[in-house]
């Protein structure tokens, strides 16, 4: 491995850390009780509310002090909020989807939680074997046409999702759920690549720390989305509770119908979250590749 970036000896600023560890903390826990407790719950208002603010007096300390613990001036690039924008929407369609589905095959199928697992299994099995195949595609073609093409194929294997049914065949389940991860994977690694190459050297660290953090806070936030329409969704369609006096079987059947509604739902959302994705994958502007090997030939030669 090569030193890319220079180590520096900065000093830690303990009022950015404490800013930070209050404003993302309340701001994670809140989207995250939102998927169980409801967007109007008191505690889910207040700690996104004390979130917010604090993330807010976070970014401006960020701003005025010299060694800032996130360099929010990284978005001054294009490229690189671009990048941030489509790995923070492939991260919502992803791990809302991860959580929907289980519940799905444990709650409607009667299916163990490790039988669950393990038909979700060659989804990340896909993932890891395409992601060393998608970088050696990325440095013959750029990060536009393969986020164009896995955007494309996220969305085409969220689509069929949306029309699961009591008796769905688990290999149909297994099946797109692979062909999620198979756009997934073209697109992660590549855009997060060509985000940071469109950065100057002394932001490259920065930038990476400002990409991860968003992408988990994009990731509860595209849980709470999910959970929380198909928990709408789910009570609006429930049947009243008179029916279960009446006729046991008859409420049972309905109860389930209306489950199912609530996650076809969120997987309407799922899709909209890649459709958005797609939208914006034309976006990207490639950056040749003698460019890119010319900067780090530059930023080795000045170490």
């Known amino acids: 491995m090569k030193k890319v970036v220079n180590l520096k000896d900065t000093r830690i600023d303990v009022l950015s850390i404490i800013l930070s560890t209050i404003g993302f903390g309340s701001l994670l826990y809140g989207f995250s009780s939102a998927g169980n407790d409801g967007w109007s719950d008191a505690t889910v208002i207040t700690t996104l509310i004390v979130g917010?603010?604090?993330i807010f007096l976070f970014v401006l300390r960020q701003l005025k002090i010299e060694n800032p613990m996130l360099e929010f001036r990284v978005f001054r690039y294009p490229m690189f909020s671009l990048s941030v924008v489509l790995g923070s929407i492939v991260t919502m369609a992803m791990i809302g989807a991860e959580i929907v589905l289980p519940l799905y095959i444990q709650n409607i199928r009667g299916e163990t939680a490790l039988q669950s697992g393990l038909l979700l299994l060659p989804g990340a099995l896909v993932m890891g074997i395409m992601s060393p195949i998608t970088g050696i595609i990325f440095d013959k073609i750029g990060a536009k046409l393969l986020a164009i093409t896995g955007l494309t194929i996220l969305t085409a294997g969220t689509i069929p999702f949306i029309f699961l049914t009591a008796d769905t065949p688990?290999?149909?389940?297994?099946?797109?759920?692979?062909?999620?991860?198979?756009?997934?994977?073209?697109?992660?690694?590549?855009?997060?690549?060509?985000?940071?190459?469109?950065?100057?050297?002394?932001?490259?660290?920065?930038?990476?720390?400002?990409?991860?953090?968003?992408?988990?806070?994009?990731?509860?936030?595209?849980?709470a989305v999910l959970i929380t329409v198909l928990t709408n969704v789910t009570?609006?369609?429930?049947?009243?509770k008179s029916l279960m006096a009446t006729n046991p079987q008859e409420f049972a059947q309905k109860a389930l119908d209306a489950s199912l509604n609530g996650m076809t739902a969120a997987f309407l959302v799922a899709v909209i979250f890649s459709v958005i994705g797609m939208i914006l994958s034309f976006f990207i502007k490639d950056r040749p590749k003698d460019a890119v090997v010319k900067k780090y030939e530059k930023n080795e030669a000045e170490s």
């Open 170 to 223: 688990l290999w149909y389940i297994m099946l797109f759920y692979a062909i999620r991860f198979l756009g997934i994977s073209m697109v992660m690694m590549p855009v997060g690549t060509a985000g940071m190459n469109a950065l100057p050297n002394e932001l490259i660290n920065h930038g990476s720390a400002v990409n991860n953090t968003l992408r988990q806070i994009a990731g509860s936030i595209g849980t």
């Open 235 to 240: 009570n609006d369609n429930m049947p009243g």
């Open 52 to 54: 917010v603010v604090v």
